[in-house]
């Protein structure tokens, strides 16, 4: 992956990080992104964000969880060996439901975890650090230099205007 | 802004004291509390492991099963355990389901416990099995027997799937929701420990279509959670609810063990964190005795859907009209394990309802003791239930007695070294309190700018 960097600012509280965010979206920036220690309240819309796309992985690997315990259920009771167990049917749909809807749990759960490493970039060896305590109590944003409005000295500015405790510039994020 | 009837985090806390209280208990080197308890539950941990060796290098018949009691100390255990796990699950994902906010200050230790109980669980059936090394059978697998499958009739195939898919998505969800914590933890540390922590917090940056992508991920597994711990205990029951014993053949087990499960699991929370509250006075400000009360009301709820299902299991057998149904429970009040009987009425039925009065709920020494109390009549239920439906079913022929030997109270009693070492060594390693959870319910920075809660 290419290394993007771009100027980041750090606000020291939740209301001022998101009114910086609703202002650079506002201000006509598309590449951007928040940095924050918890998940805040509004940031989605704040920044424009659309919402996750995973519930549908989440959806497809819980169908095919589903769709495999039904047909190896049926494939190694009813043909590859079928034992006739107390006289019940091979093809024993009741009795197969548990293992089915284990097993469309259990797809569903580690696909929506793998879909979440795959949308974060996770896992990444050596993150860039630009201050250490925006995972504790600050909060960041950055504009990437790959916006089509970059100017390192505008956003500068703006960052300062705008109450930035600190405006820094990286050279990947 | 959004008010609570009472701040869920007292003390007034900003956002960087929330990070440095809790990040560090696993930053600064432990006290003589800790290393005493870790000594002690580590010693009873390689006494367990001993005494495991020893059946299994001897053979099943150390312990006390015979006919015609087969499912002993280790199936009675096994369902203790994997039942005080789910209320870890409760509280990480049902509550969060509800959007009950109180739960975040316990979710991560709960989850913890979840892990770690099941973990404990697990090993129970396979000593059962008698030849552990075979366990792997139990899974499907192409093998050159045939290949012959395993019976998916069965309910004990069903619980292999089950407890294998809870184990797994508990500690999935566990982890998801300790990475951005670790995270905080990598930033704060250097050297060796700065990697360790690096490592594991997966390089986490926290941007804000990171958020959106991991809540969405954490409602998920929430939901996914939900309808799984329900059918895990579902399934635990249908061991018994399957077969057609007198005592296990009815149809109230499902909810019955669910809610006992619950029960015995709100207890155990309740026994760690008032544990947690002595090894660490800071976090009194983040498990309050709010929290606490709340947990406690939630015990005696359930305690009573469990009275309850005592009582209507009387009243089924009678009304069933079958004899040895009707046996199979005056046997249990009455029989030669009536103390067994007894015992878990007390525990579980009675002793609970001081929770009718405030100061109960609100006193950590009542409520410790009245968790242990759970704990002992819980497990008394499940042995209750396995051994005196087995020792005395149909032909008189057939009847017989269970009894306990040095092994069976010593895989017993091991087990729980082995849960508590684990827990100690968790509340060192990782951030007992989910650090970026707290932080939003603090309602710090919101139309509130002097860094405090409005109290």
Redesign the interface.
Known sequence: MAKVGGVMGIWLTEDSILAVAEKVKNAGYHKFDAITPYPVHGMEDACGLERSWIPWVTFFAGLTGCLFGLWFTWWTSAVNWPINVGGKPMWSLPAFVPVIFELTILFAALASVGALFAACGLPRVDPPVVDPDLTSHKFGLIIYESDSKYNSNDIEAMFKQSGADAVHKVSEY | METYRKPLIVGNK???DV?DDIASLVETPPGLGWLTMILGSSSVFLFYIIVIGIIVGTGMGLMGVSHPVGWGTDIVTFVFWVGIGHAGTLISAVLYLFRQKWRTSIARSAEAMTVFAVATAGIFPIIHTGRPWLAFWLF?YPNQR??????????L??DV??IS?YA??SV??WY?GM??DL??L???AKGLRRLIY?VFS????????????????YL??AG??T??VL?VHS?VS?DFAVAQLPGWHTTIFPPYFVAGAIFSGFAMVVTLMTLVRIAVPEFKKYITIDHMELMNKVIMTTGMIVGYAYGSEFFIAWYSGSKYEVYAFVNRAIGPYWWAYWTMITCNVVIPQIFWFRWARRSIPTMFVVSIFVNIGMWFERYVITVTSLHRDFLPANWGMFDMTFYDFGVLIGSFGMFFTLFLLYIRAIPAIA???I??VLG????D?NGGHHG
Do not use: C, Q
């Open positions: 900003t956002l960087k990070t499907p045939g290949p012959l499958w395993v019976n998916f009739r069965s309910p195939v069903w799937f089950a898919t797994t998505v999935t969800f998801v990475v951005p995270a905080t990598r930033d704060r690096g997966l390089g986490w940056r926290g941007r804000a279509r990171d958020w959106g992508h991991y809540e969405m991920v998920l597994l996914l959670s309808p799984l059918s399934i249908f650090i970026a959870e932080k939003p710090f920075g919101k139309g700018h």
